[in-house]
T-cell receptor, first 117, second 114 residues
């Protein structure tokens, strides 16, 4: 079984600052995907970024980028030029690469990110 | 393309009743997964359906069941409701035919059991 650990229950930064959210995972799988999802107060779960484990290049999506360290089983999310709308719960999630998603996502407990004006 | 839709958005039930929640996936997506989100347990995988077949189920009692129809719409049912079933129930759809199995979530159904 897989586990995902987010060690920062809450973080607070000023608008326009850069913030990094941590995530570590444990798995014996060699083929897998990692995701960051954002859940604002509306509770809608929104995909932020995904990373295929076999890719060495770190994924980026505009202001969002990841630092994927496969050997260390670490998958951190960096948000640059943070905005008020980035305030949300952020969940790190793992999915096995085989099985077509049948096993679902394994989520961490989440990090509550607050962007202060 | 329309996103994942879930109905109803809010439900209030009493202990012992049963409830049915509905999820319509993104057009063209054939996989639907269900999750339960509670403050204590976080997000937990309930089950996944693909082409009307349940492929996997999480560690939940048999009171939790589901099905998928030929148009990929899915329903989940919880029988004999307990107070602990109060939660946000999220469904997600994906297209395993494609390269990645990225799951896209609906807005959720908030179930309150009194």
């Amino acid at each position: 079984a897989q586990t995902v650990t987010q060690s920062q229950p809450e973080m607070s930064v000023q608008e326009a600052e850069t913030v990094t959210l941590s995530c570590t995972y444990d798995t014996s799988e060699s083929n897998y995907y990692l995701f960051w999802y954002k859940q604002p107060p509306s509770r809608q779960m929104i995909l932020v970024i995904r990373q295929e484990a076999y890719k060495q290049q770190n994924a980026t999506e505009n202001r969002f980028s990841v630092n994927f360290q496969k050997a260390a089983k670490s998958f951190s999310l960096k948000i640059s030029d943070s905005q008020l709308g980035d305030t949300a719960m952020y969940f790190c999630a793992f999915m096995k690469g085989s099985g077509g998603g049948a096993d679902g996502l394994t989520f961490g407990k989440g990090t509550h990110l607050i962007i202060q004006p | 393309k329309a996103g994942v839709t879930q109905t109803p958005r809010y439900l209030i039930k009493t202990r012992g009743q049963q409830v049915t929640l509905s999820c319509s996936p993104i057009s063209g997506h054939r996989s639907v997964s269900w999750y339960q989100q509670t403050p204590g347990q976080g997000l937990q995988f309930l089950f996944e359906y693909f082409s009307e077949t349940q492929r996997n189920k999480g560690n939940f009692p048999g009171r939790f069941s589901g099905r998928q129809f030929s148009n990929s719409r899915s329903e989940m049912n919880v029988s004999t409701l307990e107070l602990g079933d109060s939660a946000l129930y999220l469904c997600a759809s994906s297209s395993p035919d494609k390269y990645t199995d990225t799951q896209y979530f609906g807005p959720g159904t908030r179930l309150t059991v009194l």
